[in-house]
């Protein structure tokens, strides 16, 4: 009888590290498969306030001036400039899409 048991016992466990070992070979799937989304993205970006401010004034002047308002100009459109690309070098780079 003793030895009936001890069968039994050692059938039950058994059965039960096969239908363990069959149910974790189951669940095997592989490893989870990466998908990409592309999704748009507005950025905005705060400014300085000298960099949005109006570029001034046009100097002007009479005739017999000329030559200072002419050079006056040139310094207000290389203010300009410079400040417009300051604002171009803090937009984000915007890579092409294929």
Known sequence: MRSLLGLL???CLGCLVCLLMLGCAGMKKGPPVAETVVLPVSKFITLDEKLTAPCG???TGPLSEILEVAAL??????DCDKRMAEIRALQPKVEAED
């Open 9 to 11: 016992k050692y059938w």
């Open 57 to 59: 004034p046009k100097a």
């Open 73 to 78: 100009r040139g310094i207000q459109v290389d």
